[in-house]
């Protein structure tokens, strides 16, 4: 591809561009994609067309975000209101003012904290930074009681447990979650700058041409890489492998983690 073109303008539309949003959009169920260089900025656009739903739809104050403690979504401004980590935020402050936290797996939380005014609720169905740390399916359920409840969007990023690391294209399908706006970026280049926002009709519907851009988001190169990367995740069994080895591994590891338990306390022990 580098010995062709790399980049036009995104005046012009290339058919790889296509090719991967039809892609994604086939793994995903979500019919419209729009590229960018990264997953900071993939989830920037997220909460941005969150946003733009609702002030399309007559409701410009509904712009509030509940995001998840101990959630990650990048470090510009919008991504990193949503992100939990004071450490990350607070030499940057102020940032949106808009955001509600709740624990993840607190269902009663989660249900106050979303309301009307909620634009969209904030998501990663397995926390990456946060330690590694599983949405339950109690808590999913909660997710999805909100959304019917409320209105509000749902928002699942999924640049780091996205594209094929749990088994499954995505993260949140194993949790049965049903997102208007799913953030990708990381494995998606398989080292290129890559990332895209999967979009539902109904908000790529909200959308004006102009509302949002990006100069390389979505060239040949990055396209080219990502059809590459799309090829070897959806042949050879390499989601069915993950679940194999998953397991394999998951199991593995409880089983040593019970058995050293007694262990790990002594140690702990020793070294206070
Ligand atoms: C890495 C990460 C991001 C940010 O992606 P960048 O490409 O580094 O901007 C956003 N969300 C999650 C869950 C991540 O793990």
């Not at 109904?202 to 190169?221: E, F, M, Q």
């Not at 679940?243 to 002594?266: H, I, K, M, N, P």
């Amino acid at each position: 591809q580098a010995r062709t073109l790399v980049h036009t303008s995104n005046l012009y539309f290339h058919e790889l561009q296509g090719q991967v949003a039809s892609r994604l959009a086939s793994l995903s169920g979500l019919p419209r994609t729009f590229f960018c260089n990264s997953g900071t900025e993939a989830m920037e656009g997220c909460l941005k067309f969150a946003r733009r739903y609702w002030h399309t739809g007559g409701c410009a104050n509904r712009a509030g975000f509940v995001a998840l403690e101990h959630a990650f979504h990048g470090r510009t401004m919008g991504s990193l209101s949503v992100t939990w980590d004071d450490h990350y935020r607070e030499p940057f402050a102020p940032l949106l003012q808009d955001v509600a936290w709740v624990p993840a797996g607190d269902e009663a939380a989660l249900a106050a904290a979303v309301s009307e005014r909620t634009a969209a609720i904030v998501v990663e169905a397995i926390q990456g930074e946060g330690g590694v740390r599983p949405l339950s399916l109690a808590f999913a359920a909660a997710v999805r009681e909100a959304q019917q409840r409320t209105g509000a969007l749902l928002i699942a990023d999924e640049v780091q447990c996205g594209l094929g690391r749990t088994g499954h294209a995505f993260g949140y399908q194993r949790l049965g979650l049903q997102p208007d706006l799913v953030a990708v970026g990381k494995a998606l280049g398989a080292g290129m700058p890559v990332g895209a926002v999967l979009l539902s009709e109904r908000v790529a519907a909200a959308l004006a041409p102009g509302d949002h851009g990006s100069t390389y988001g979505g060239n040949l190169l990055a396209c080219r890489a990502a059809l590459v990367f799309l090829d070897t995740l959806t042949t050879g069994g390499l989601l069915e492998n993950v679940r194999r080895v998953g397991s394999y591994l998951g199991d593995g590891l409880t089983r040593l983690a019970e058995r050293f338990a007694s262990w790990w306390r002594d140690m702990g022990t020793a070294r206070l």
